[in-house]
């Protein structure tokens, strides 16, 4: 395991598509973070409750998850 690959997949858990636009692959960094804001947003408007905070964690999980396996 690469310590760099571990650190984009944090970066990315903390702020989906973070981890991959530091690793160079800025198309799919900037369509994963439009992609939280817009979860967020929605979430904050219409599903307030513990579906929609598990919906975001499991985002954030896959963000950092595809940081991780793509260094």
Known sequence: MDMN???YGIFSF?????????NGD?????GL???AVLIHIF?????????GSGLQTVYHL???YDA???Y
């Open 33 to 35: 973070l439009a992609g």
């Open 62 to 64: 896959y963000a950092g």
């Open 5 to 7: 690959s571990l650190k």
């Open 26 to 30: 800025k198309q799919k960094g900037i």
């Open 14 to 22: 903390i702020i989906p598509g973070l981890g991959q636009y530091l």
């Open 68 to 70: 991780f396996k793509n």
């Open 43 to 51: 979430i904050w408007f219409f599903m307030n409750n513990i579906v």
